[in-house]
Structure formats: structure tokens, C-alpha cells
């Protein structure tokens, strides 16, 4: 596997300018002749969609979801990181960049996230012209809030709906381009394979959700943005149907799969109350201002909080990191957590919750004011427990969140396969082993409107050999290696659900690949992964048809990819022999749990190519290197 | 807790549909709506049907793909909220539910609980937008907003286009949904050059989409889970006459 | 284009509705005071309609014009019933009102029910055909049509004071939602007045009902020495 970032020479600062400049340039005449196709509509895919289709490309968008408006990106509360320096803070493209890079703990490439951060002035002002409604002063210019890992206001926000602003933003361009024919957009609709000729990315095979009509669609490029891969673990803040299944099968058909052990695990979600628990739902990180999180120090103490004196209460995080306390970064915090739990001193159902505590802020604040800060958390809070936090404590635990792994991609976002890009989440490219909040919107934006755009006219102007047509046998052959994939799913007829399945998997990645990793836990976890795929392969039941909307079918498509994938993840982390970001091994830690990082021997990405059913992938390696910032241990005591 | 499911089946978008009572026993009170769905789903394929097929992606209220009718209710007996959001506390043990899907010529049913509301996206295609093409964009700064303004524009903003308020309107009106998005870009700076052609364009495919008209009777506004409020079409009607007065034939 | 948009359009024709709702409410209002001379006497009542039809350009443009309105509404109405229809042709099982009153729900019925009344009406006190006696005819001592005696041997007949009662009440419920309705669809509502129009609305289809019924009822109980 060739493995070039196409990282451009010269001064970081310098690097987006002057490459800019070399790439080149389809004439715009042509520009419509150029079929491209764009899977996913979230910010990644719908803002590339857009842009692509304004430029003058032919483009086809698809995405599994009724409409392209219900990506997951609607789901993001917090907001978007943008180094417009506003507040006179002393933010610039530099801290920015700076931050991103440490809060990832050393593990991105610096010449994408220079660029990412150059780029985010302009997305927030592209944004705010399409007509999002960001916050305001009442002098009528932008308003920031801050958010964890950076010491200066620069993010931007839409209430607690900042993902879903954005989103309608991506989409309302997005419709404008379709209702101007330049975009065949295709809702309901689902990639199943990717079609390779002469090794280039040439089309994609899809089913149709409602009809399952199987068809291959052809392009002079392909574009990915399909998201992260977080539902692998089954409970996570993720939407049900967000799924691998797009780039797990450019995976098997060849390209690298970068850090895949890397997830981020956000630590103040509403804890599991039961096995019929479908979703975990986060609440922002903001509570951690003046909420105390505690556990009984008592092990199985099962007495109502308010019962439990002040003497019988830690405050972990307190004691543990007296300088940030409450605010410790999300991975610190989490593990924690967890570490409360493990020791049996967990609370509510399960024993797999923590107390997050506003009694102090209520007695000091006074209810109304608290009311005003969290006020609509609270009452999130309220619907989905019934309890009021008012009253008694929040419980708390983490969830899975994020995931920095993904598709391997070069500086100009393309895969080792040539014509594959990749964008938004479902690519490795800016947040190294732990994304900072605030900048997955922001890297979603920045890929498809500010980078693709010029990136893929440099491919598509290199590579002029005429567009196959759906008949080439290169189609049809993927074309029929996906039916009798989904014929072989629906003969199986076994005694398990789909979610049977998807529940046994994501606990053994959430115990053995989750918070905390060792070696033992991995290996063992391979195994269990591997047995349980046997197993799905002759116990599956997939009711229905495949020639309608059958929703258990698409499920059981989307977790066999995850029982393949769940295998990965294991292997990778139990090949990072070092504990860094979001991956802590047992074995790197120092005395007080603290992430020991190996920068001599894994300040690289590493990737992995696909070998074959049950074959054992290779794992390959980018180095990376660093020639502006040094490498430093990240502390929060 | 207990509940009988009286659900609408339905093979496909031409097969007629009828109801069909499944038990569902031992519920937890804070489990949601739809993980009674889930767990109904699971004994159903373990007994070799079909399961019921229901719209649903992110499960905290904010996409808009979840979309049952509850005794009645689109989106449930609870105010501002979404399907996805309701918890089976809100019910009595023991009660039936009568689950249907969302109602309405213009969202044609594709399988049981499952609609089709692209109408909505055709509307949007028609101007539910302010064209500015990535790169074109000032400083975001050089237009300050007030407050206020800013406020209301992402009151309306915040609609998540589910459909709700077609589906409890009796005359299955898409009034609400498109005066949210005529209010959210005509409130602001950025919408004044597209305000006019904006409505005109988006009220004639609402018309096309064979959508009916509004008798105010607000039943949409009670349904919302995003707290749209019917003012906004009162909005949309002045919107519409002012941009019809200001119409000229347009020059080819 | 604003012709075409007003006609074609599902937002134009409620523009429609609610001018003609609003001129015809205006009818309505200044025939109640007219309709209250009779309070005042015979002498009062009979003048008042020579005055009324004094000059037949006017009374005919205005009954023309009336006649217009109605066919307007009516018009705009049946359209967009028929549209509505088909556009929402199912029911809910289980349906429920979902906040909305039952006025709001039933325009189209107390409409057609106040179309039946205004043409048995006019069929009754114009044109005088139904129930048609000779009372109907008579003319008073200075020879003008004796409107005075026709209103009140009219109005001794429990039926017809029964079926004027129902029927104003009828059309007093159709304002009582058609009045505000007509405010959010002229695009005159907003988050301070929309309440006052509600009770805007509701008090002054009161009032017209009893305005209205006060004159059957009065003669049939002979509360006034008529
Ligand atoms: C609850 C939550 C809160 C968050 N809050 C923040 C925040 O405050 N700030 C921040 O910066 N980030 C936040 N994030 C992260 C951020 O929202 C996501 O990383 C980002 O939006 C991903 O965008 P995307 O375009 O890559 O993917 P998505 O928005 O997930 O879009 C994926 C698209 O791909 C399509 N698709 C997927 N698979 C297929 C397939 N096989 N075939 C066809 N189409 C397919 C889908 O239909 C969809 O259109 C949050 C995430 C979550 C879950
Ligand atoms: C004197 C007679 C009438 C008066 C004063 C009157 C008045 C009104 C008014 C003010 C409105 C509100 C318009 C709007 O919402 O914009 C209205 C609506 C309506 N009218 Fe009438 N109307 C009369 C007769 C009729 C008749 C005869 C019909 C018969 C079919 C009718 C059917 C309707 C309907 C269907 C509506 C729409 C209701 C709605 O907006 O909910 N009306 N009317
Ligand atoms: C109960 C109360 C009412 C009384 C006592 C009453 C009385 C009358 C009388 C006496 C006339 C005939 C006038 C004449 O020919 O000289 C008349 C005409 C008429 N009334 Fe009424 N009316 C009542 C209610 C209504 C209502 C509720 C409406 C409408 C919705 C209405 C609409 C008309 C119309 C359209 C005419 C014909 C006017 C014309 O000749 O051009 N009336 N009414
Ligand atoms: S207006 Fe409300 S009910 Fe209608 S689509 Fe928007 S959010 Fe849903
Ligand atoms: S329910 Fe329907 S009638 Fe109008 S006020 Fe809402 S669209
Ligand atoms: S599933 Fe997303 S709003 Fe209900």
C-alpha cells in the first residue's frame, strides 16, 4: 500500500497557498461534462455537494435517510471553533492550529490541521450569508462561548442546536442546487459497494431503501462523507442508522483504514437504565461549570444521594485533579468515571453512573439562575429519567461520541485509491487521538466547502480517460457480489435478531476496546468478535424481502460490516502499544493513570489494508512529522 | 407495565392497510416509544413476521425522521416533542395505543408507520434558501443583526421539517412548515434580495404538492414539537401578498 | 399577476375569503342597526326602507354587489373545501380535536347553512314567496310597503323565529372563527394581537347574535308593545 500525504513543501503557513496554485484547473466549460458522485449529506457531503454542483459538476447526492436534511450533523449542540479572533482574545490561525494539534494528543498531520484552521474564518461567514442564525450581542455582531481545550472564545453557536443550524445551512445550498438540476440527489438510498476500474474510484452500487432496486451508478469521482463509525459499540450518542458500511467496503476494496482504535468517549451522558436502551443521549459539557460530580465512597452503597452525608462522598474529580477539578478534558474525566464505577462504588441501575451534583450551585446561585444557565438540559433531563435535577443529582456516565479513526486520506482528502475522497468524519485527516470540541463541525465545513472544491479539479483534470459505462464488467460484477450478499443474508433464517447480535458486540468492545484497553482484554476480545461473526453468519435471522423496504435486511448489511470492523478496532489497539488521547492502554499509564504517549515509536498514523476474508490485515504506517510544534505531555493536575 | 399496540400495517405504497394488536409486556416505565417498538420488532422476527417497519434516526428530537400518530396525536400526547422523545410514564398500564403513520395525501404511506414526506424537500428546492455560493460570502461581521432579531429568525430556524403539523392539520396544510422557513430568511439581512421570489416560488410548489390551505385552526402549532408558532403563517400571508402586489411578468 | 395569484393560489384565495368575509361582515353589522328601527315603530322601520330603495341604480349595484361577495366567498370556499379534502382524505382512527375549536373545524357546514338561510331570507322578506300570505303585502297609510307588519306577523310564527334564531346562531359561530381567521389571513396577526383578535372575534359574534335574535325574539314574546 503506497502511502503519500502529498504533504505540499515550502512554510506551513504557505502550504494551501501555494499548492492551491499548483493544482490544476478544469476548464469551466468541461465542468458539467464531470460526473461526481457525493455519498452522505451531512455537513461534510452536503456542503461538498453544494459547492461541487455551484462550480458546474454534474453531481449525484445520496444519502440513507428520508431526506438529506436528517444527517447526524443535526445532531451536534455545542458549536463551531472558527480563529476569527472576534473577542480580541488573542486567538489566531495559529492557537487554532496549535490547540487542534495538542488536543490531539500529537497524532494529526500538521499541514491539514494549519489549513483546517486557516480555513475556518471563511466558513463561518459563509454560513452566516446562507442565514444561520448564530448568537448574538445586542450590538448585533457574533457572540462566542468557550469550550474545552482552548484558553480563548472562539466558538460559535445556535443556541444548543448549532449542528442542526449549520445543517439546514448545508442543505438549504444543497436544495438550491437540486432545484437548479445540477444536483440528482437520492434520499433513501444506500452504497453498498464501490466500483473500481483500473483501480480508480469509478462508481458506487446502491439500494434503494423502498423499492430495494439494486443499481450501479458511475462517475468520474467518488466522494465519501458518510460519518463516523461510533454505533460499532451499539449505545452510543450516534443516530441508529449511522453506520460503516460505505467505508468498510471501500476498505475491502482497498482503501486504508487509519487509526480505527481511536473513539472518543464523551463523559456526561445519560446513563444506561435498562437492556432495552436503544440510544444514549448526550448532555452538553457545559453542566461541568457547576455541577460536582461525586460517588458514594461506600462500595454498593445503595442509599438515595441525599442520604448520604458529605463525609461518604467523593469528589473524584476534585481530588483527583485539584487545579481543573469538575473540568478535567473529556477523556480524563471519563475514565475516571469509570474507574469509580469499576471499583463498585457506581450509582443507579447497574451500578454504572455517576452523581453530577448542583445542590452547591443551587445554594449558591439561587434555582432561578441555575434554571437560566442549564434550564433547558434540565428539562431534557426530566423527560428522558422523569427525575428532576433540581431536586436530587443528575446521573452521569460516558458514552461513546466520536470517532477520530476513518478512511485514510492525503492532504488533498483522497484516499490511496485515486478518485476516492473522503470527507467529514468518515476520514482520519485533523483530530488526531482525540478531537477537541467544537471542530468536527468545523472540519466537516472546511472539507467540503473550502477544500474539495479545489482539490478534486486537480484529480479529474489529471485523469481524462472517458467515464465507464454501468454495463463495464467491472460494475457488474460488484453489482452482483452485493445481491448474493444480501440473498446470503436473508437465506440464513437463524434463531437471533440482528440486534441480538449488535448488543453482544458492542459489549465486548465496550468492555475489552472501550474507556480503558490491555492486552489481555484485546486479544480476548478478537476472539469473542471473530466467534460471534461465525456465529452471525449461521444464526442470523433477517426477516422480509429484499425487493421492499425491509429495515431489518439494511440492520443486518450494517452489522456484519461492524462485526468485520469490530476486529479491527481491537487490532489496532492492541498494536498502539502506548496510551495517547482517547486510547489508553493499561500497561502505558504512568503511577497516578495518567496517558504515558511512545513518541519514538508511534508518532505515526497507522493504517490498514484489507487482506481478504479472515485474512489477518497489514498494518501500515505514516510517519509523522512535526516541523513547527514540539511534542509535549498533555496535564491537567 | 403493559401495553396493547394496535398498529397499521401496510405492505407498500399501492396495498390498502389495516390495524393489528400486538402485546407488549414488562415495559419499563422510562423506556421510550420506540423501544417498545424495538422490543414488539424483535419478538416479531423470533416468531417469524414481519416486523413493523417505522421511521426513526437519531432518537433525540432533532432530525425529524421519527413520525407516529399516538391515540391520535402526531408525535404523542406530550407538547414539543417528537416521537422518538415520548416515554411509556406518559401512559397508563394497561392502556391500548393505537399507533398509526402520519396521514396525508402528499406524504403517501410506503410501508406501515413509514411516509413519504419528500413534498417538503421539493419546497425547500423551490426556494427555501438565500443564494450565496461558497466563497462569495463577506465578513460575517460587516452585517451586524440585532439580538432580537437574530432570536426570533432561529425560533423559526429551528423547525425540523417532520411533518407534524401537515399531519394533524385537517386539511393536511403545509402552512407551518413553510412559513418557518419564509419567516427564518425573511427576517434576516441576508433573505431581503430573495424575500419576494422566495415565497412566491416556495407557496406555488406547496400548492403543487397538493398540500391544502390553512382555516387556522391552529391544531399544528399544538402538535409542533419545536414551538412553531401559527403567527409565523400569519406571516407568510402577508409575506405572499406583499411579494404578489410587488410581482411583475417576468422577461425571458 | 396579482389576479392570477389570488385566484390560483391557495394563500390568494384565503386573501379572497377573508375581504369578502370582512365586507360582508360589515353588511351584516349595518343591517342589524337597520334592522333594529323596528324597535322604534312602524313609522320608523317603513321610511327606512324607502330610503333604502329610493334610488334603484344603488339598490340594484348594491344588491349586485352583495350578490358578488357572496358568490366570492362562497366560490373561494368551495374550492378550497374540495381541495382540502383531497388533500387530507383519511382520518385518524382515534382522532382527536388537538386544540382547535369546534367552530374552526365546521366553517363549511355553518357557511352552507348560512347560504341556505340567506336565500330562504330573501325568499321570505324580498321576494316574499315563503311562506307568502297576504300579510306580507300590505302597505301602510302613507302607501309604502308596510315592512313594519310583515316583521312582526313574520316573527309571531314560532318556526320561522325558531329557524332565524338557529340560523343567526349558525352564522354567528362562523364568525366567531371566520372574524380572527380573517386577521391571520390578511397577515394582520402577530404574537401581541393574535390573542386580541381571538377575543376580538369571539365578542363580537356575541354581540351579533344577540343583536340579531334580539328582534324575532322581542316580537315573539312581545316584550315591546308591537
Ligand atoms: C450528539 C452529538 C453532538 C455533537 N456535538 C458537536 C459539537 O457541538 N461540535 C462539533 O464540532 N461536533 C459535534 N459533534 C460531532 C459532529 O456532529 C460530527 O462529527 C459531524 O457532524 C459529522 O459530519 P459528517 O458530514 O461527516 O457525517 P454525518 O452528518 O453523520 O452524515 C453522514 C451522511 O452519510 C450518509 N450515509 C452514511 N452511510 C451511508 C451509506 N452507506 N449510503 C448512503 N449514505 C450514507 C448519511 O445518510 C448522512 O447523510 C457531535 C456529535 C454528536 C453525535
Ligand atoms: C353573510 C355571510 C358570511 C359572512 C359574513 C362570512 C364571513 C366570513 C369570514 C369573515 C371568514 C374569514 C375569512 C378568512 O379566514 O380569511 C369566513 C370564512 C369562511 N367562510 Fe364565510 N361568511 C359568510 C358566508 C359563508 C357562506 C355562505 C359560506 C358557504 C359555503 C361560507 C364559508 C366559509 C368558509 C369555508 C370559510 C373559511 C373558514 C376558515 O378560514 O376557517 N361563508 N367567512
Ligand atoms: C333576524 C334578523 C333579521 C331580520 C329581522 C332581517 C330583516 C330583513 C328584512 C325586513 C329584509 C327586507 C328588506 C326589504 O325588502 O325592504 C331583509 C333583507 C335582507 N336580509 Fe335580512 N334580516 C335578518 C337577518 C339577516 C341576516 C343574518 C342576513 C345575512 C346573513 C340577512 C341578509 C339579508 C339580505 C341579503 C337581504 C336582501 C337585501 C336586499 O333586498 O337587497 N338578513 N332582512
Ligand atoms: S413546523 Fe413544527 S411540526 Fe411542522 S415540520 Fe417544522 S417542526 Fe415539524
Ligand atoms: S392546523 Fe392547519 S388549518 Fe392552518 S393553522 Fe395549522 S395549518
Ligand atoms: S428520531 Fe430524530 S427526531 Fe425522532
Not at chain 1, 461525586?294 to 463525609?311: F, L, M, S, V, Y
Not at chain 1, 479539479?457 to 460488484?478: F, H, I, Q, T
Amino acid at each position: 500500500m503506497k502511502l503519500d500525504p502529498k504533504i505540499p513543501s515550502g512554510p506551513l503557513e504557505k502550504k494551501w497557498d501555494s499548492h492551491r496554485m499548483n493544482l490544476k484547473l478544469v476548464n469551466p466549460a468541461n465542468k458539467r461534462k464531470y460526473e461526481v458522485i457525493v455519498v452522505g449529506s451531512g455537513l461534510g457531503g452536503g456542503s461538498a455537494a453544494a459547492t461541487l454542483a455551484e462550480l458546474g459538476y454534474s453531481v449525484k447526492c445520496f444519502c440513507f435517510q428520508d431526506s438529506p436534511r436528517r444527517a447526524h450533523s443535526i445532531a451536534a449542540q455545542g458549536g463551531i471553533n472558527a480563529a476569527k479572533n472576534y473577542q480580541n482574545d488573542g486567538d489566531s490561525v495559529q492557537r487554532l492550529f496549535y490547540d487542534t494539534v495538542k488536543g490531539g494528543d500529537f497524532r494529526a498531520r500538521e499541514a491539514n490541521v494549519y489549513r483546517l484552521a486557516q480555513v475556518s474564518v471563511n466558513i463561518i461567514d459563509q454560513c452566516a450569508a446562507q442565514g444561520v442564525p448564530f448568537g448574538r450581542e445586542y450590538g448585533g455582531l457574533l457572540s462566542n462561548r468557550s469550550f474545552g481545550g482552548a484558553q480563548v472564545s472562539r466558538t460559535f453557536y445556535s443556541r444548543g442546536a448549532t449542528g442542526q443550524q449549520l445543517l439546514v445551512g448545508a442543505y438549504s445550498a444543497l436544495s438550491r442546487q437540486i432545484g437548479l438540476g445540477k444536483v440528482q440527489m437520492f434520499p433513501r438510498t444506500e452504497m453498498l459497494d464501490l466500483v473500481l476500474v483500473n483501480g480508480h474510484a469509478k462508481g458506487i452500487i446502491t439500494r434503494n431503501l423502498v423499492t430495494g432496486q439494486i443499481e450501479t451508478h458511475m462517475a468520474d469521482a467518488v466522494i465519501l462523507a458518510t460519518g463516523g463509525y461510533g454505533n460499532v459499540f451499539y449505545l452510543s450518542t450516534y443516530a441508529r442508522g449511522s453506520n460503516a458500511t460505505a467505508i468498510w467496503r471501500a476498505h475491502k476494496k482497498g482503501a486504508g483504514f487509519a487509526n480505527p482504535c481511536f473513539t472518543q468517549i464523551h463523559p456526561t451522558c445519560i446513563p444506561v437504565s435498562g437492556d432495552y436502551q436503544s440510544k444514549l443521549t448526550l448532555m452538553s459539557e457545559s453542566l461541568r461549570n457547576d455541577g460536582r460530580c461525586w460517588a458514594p465512597k461506600k462500595q454498593g452503597d445503595t442509599r438515595p444521594p441525599h442520604q448520604i452525608p458529605e463525609n461518604e462522598r467523593d469528589y473524584y474529580l476534585e481530588r483527583m485533579y485539584p487545579s481543573f477539578g469538575n473540568l478535567a478534558p473529556r477523556d480524563i474525566s471519563s475514565r475516571a468515571a469509570k474507574r469509580v464505577c469499576d471499583e463498585g462504588r457506581g450509582v443507579g441501575p447497574g451500578g454504572l453512573g455517576v452523581y453530577l451534583d448542583f445542590s452547591e450551585a443551587i445554594s449558591r446561585l439561587g434555582e432561578p439562575t441555575v434554571r437560566q444557565r442549564y434550564g433547558n438540559l434540565f428539562d431534557m433531563y426530566h423527560e428522558i429519567t422523569g427525575e428532576s435535577a433540581y431536586q436530587q443529582p443528575m446521573r452521569i456516565y460516558p458514552a461513546i461520541h466520536y470517532t477520530m479513526g476513518g478512511l485514510w486520506v492525503d492532504y488533498n482528502l483522497m484516499s490511496n485509491i485515486p478518485g476516492l475522497f473522503v470527507l467529514g468524519e468518515a476520514n482520519f485527516s485533523d483530530h488526531g487521538a482525540n478531537r477537541l470540541g467544537a471542530s468536527a463541525l468545523m472540519q466537516g465545513l472546511a472539507d467540503g466547502y473550502f477544500v474539495i472544491p479545489y482539490t478534486i479539479g486537480d484529480y479529474l483534470a489529471n485523469n481524462k480517460e472517458k467515464r465507464p459505462s454501468v454495463d463495464c464488467p467491472e460494475a457488474k460484477a460488484a453489482e452482483s457480489e452485493v445481491r448474493d450478499g444480501i440473498k446470503h443474508l436473508l437465506s440464513i433464517k437463524g434463531k437471533k435478531t440482528v440486534n441480538d447480535f449488535h448488543k453482544q458486540l458492542g459489549k465486548i468492545l465496550w468492555d475489552h476496546c472501550g474507556m480503558a484497553r490491555n492486552r489481555e482484554g484485546l486479544t480476548q476480545a478478537i476472539g469473542q468478535v471473530q466467534t460471534l461473526r461465525e456465529e452471525f453468519w449461521k444464526n442470523v435471522n433477517v426477516p422480509g424481502e429484499s425487493s421492499n423496504l425491509n429495515q431489518s435486511l439494511e440492520k443486518a448489511g450494517r452489522v456484519a460490516d461492524f462485526l468485520e470492523l469490530g476486529e479491527l478496532l481491537c487490532r489496532d489497539a492492541l498494536e498502539r502499544e502506548e496510551s495517547c488521547g482517547c486510547h489508553l492502554r493499561e500497561e502505558y499509564q504512568t503511577e497516578e493513570g495518567e496517558c504515558q504517549r511512545n513518541d519514538e515509536k508511534f508518532a505515526h498514523a497507522a493504517v490498514w489494508e484489507y487482506k481478504g476474508k479472515n485474512q489477518t490485515p497489514v498494518r501500515h504506517k505514516e510517519e509523522l512529522t512535526y516541523e513547527q510544534v514540539h511534542l509535549t505531555t498533555r496535564s491537567y493536575k | 407495565m403493559n401495553f396493547k399496540l394496535k398498529v397499521w400495517r401496510q405492505a407498500d405504497q399501492n396495498s390498502s392497510g389495516s390495524f393489528e394488536t400486538y402485546e407488549a409486556k414488562d415495559i419499563n416505565p422510562n423506556q421510550s416509544f420506540m423501544e417498545v417498538l424495538d422490543v414488539v420488532n424483535d419478538d416479531l422476527t423470533k416468531e417469524g413476521k414481519e416486523p413493523i417497519a417505522f421511521d426513526h434516526d437519531c432518537r433525540e428530537g432533532i432530525c425529524g425522521t421519527c413520525s407516529c400518530v399516538i391515540n391520535g396525536e402526531p408525535h404523542g400526547p406530550e407538547n414539543k416533542v417528537t416521537t422518538c422523545q415520548v416515554y411509556m410514564r406518559s401512559f397508563k398500564d394497561g392502556e391500548t395505543l393505537t399507533v398509526e403513520p402520519f396521514r396525508a395525501e402528499p406524504f403517501p404511506i410506503l410501508k406501515d408507520l413509514v411516509t413519504d414526506r419528500t413534498a417538503f424537500d421539493k419546497i425547500i428546492q423551490a426556494g427555501g434558501f438565500i443564494s450565496v455560493n461558497a466563497g462569495q460570502a463577506p465578513d460575517a461581521n460587516a452585517l451586524p443583526i440585532g439580538k432580537e432579531v437574530a432570536e426570533l429568525a432561529f425560533d423559526a430556524a429551528h423547525c425540523i421539517g417532520c411533518g407534524a403539523c401537515v399531519a394533524a392539520c385537517k386539511n393536511s396544510s403545509a402552512m407551518l412548515f413553510v412559513s418557518a422557513k419564509v419567516t427564518h430568511l425573511g427576517l434576516l439581512p441576508q433573505g431581503q434580495p430573495e424575500r419576494n421570489r422566495r415565497v412566491l416560488k416556495m407557496v406555488d410548489v406547496m400548492d403543487a404538492q397538493g398540500f391544502g390551505g390553512c382555516t387556522n385552526t391552529g391544531a399544528c402549532e399544538v402538535v409542533c414539537p419545536k414551538g412553531i408558532p401559527v403567527e409565523f403563517i400569519s406571516r407568510l400571508n402577508r409575506d405572499y401578498l406583499a411579494a404578489s402586489l410587488a410581482e411583475r411578468p417576468e422577461s425571458e | 399577476m396579482i389576479l392570477k395569484r389570488l385566484f390560483h393560489s391557495t394563500i390568494g384565495k384565503k386573501i379572497i375569503m377573508a375581504v369578502t368575509g370582512l365586507l360582508l361582515f360589515g353588511f351584516v353589522i349595518i343591517h342589524m342597526l337597520g334592522n333594529w328601527q323596528v324597535f322604534s315603530g312602524s313609522e320608523a322601520l317603513n321610511e327606512y326602507a324607502v330610503l333604502l330603495k329610493s334610488k334603484a341604480a344603488i339598490l340594484w349595484g348594491f344588491r349586485f354587489g352583495l350578490l358578488g361577495l357572496v358568490i366570492l366567498h362562497i366560490w373561494a370556499a368551495i374550492t378550497l373545501t374540495l381541495a382540502n379534502r383531497a388533500a387530507a382524505p383519511e382520518k385518524y382512527a382515534d382522532a382527536k380535536s388537538l386544540g382547535t375549536t369546534w367552530a374552526s373545524r365546521t366553517m363549511t357546514f355553518s357557511g352552507v347553512v348560512v347560504l341556505g338561510f340567506i336565500i330562504f331570507h330573501i325568499l321570505h322578506f324580498t321576494v316574499r314567496t315563503i311562506p307568502g300570505s297576504p300579510e306580507y303585502f300590505q302597505h301602510d297609510e302613507k302607501g309604502r310597503h308596510d315592512v313594519y307588519a310583515m316583521v312582526v306577523h313574520a316573527y309571531r310564527n314560532p318556526l320561522i323565529v325558531t329557524v332565524y334564531v338557529v340560523c343567526v346562531g349558525l352564522l354567528c359561530f362562523h364568525l366567531s372563527h371566520g372574524l380572527q381567521s380573517m386577521f391571520r389571513s390578511l397577515g394582520l396577526s402577530d404574537r401581541r394581537y393574535l390573542p386580541l383578535q381571538i377575543w376580538f372575534a369571539r365578542a363580537f359574534a356575541a354581540f351579533i347574535f344577540l343583536g340579531m335574535s334580539a328582534v324575532p325574539i322581542s316580537i315573539f314574546f312581545n316584550l315591546k308593545n308591537f
